[in-house]
């Protein structure tokens, strides 16, 4: 079934993948973990973030997140 697609702003590039319409399978070929606080990664025209005292928990303890292997 075909999917109708409207107005798309692309602003920048900087990897992932970018689909329009019908998608049966997408599969990520990367992993990465990035840790941002309040209104860090906040994207868009006009942004107004109104943030007070803000801390980002860094701790991981586990030691795989996303497993990538048998993904090529």
């Given at each position: 079934?075909?999917?109708?697609v409207g ?8 990897g992932g ?56």
């Amino acid at each position: 079934m075909p999917a109708i697609v409207g107005p798309v702003q692309i602003n920048s590039v900087g990897g992932g993948s970018l689909k329009f319409g019908d998608a049966f399978y997408i599969s990520p070929k990367a992993a990465g973990k990035t840790h941002g606080g309040s209104g860090a990664f906040n994207t868009g025209n006009f942004i107004n973030a109104n943030n007070g005292l803000s801390a980002t928990n860094t701790i991981d303890p586990d030691a795989n997140d996303q497993q990538i292997v048998a993904n090529e």
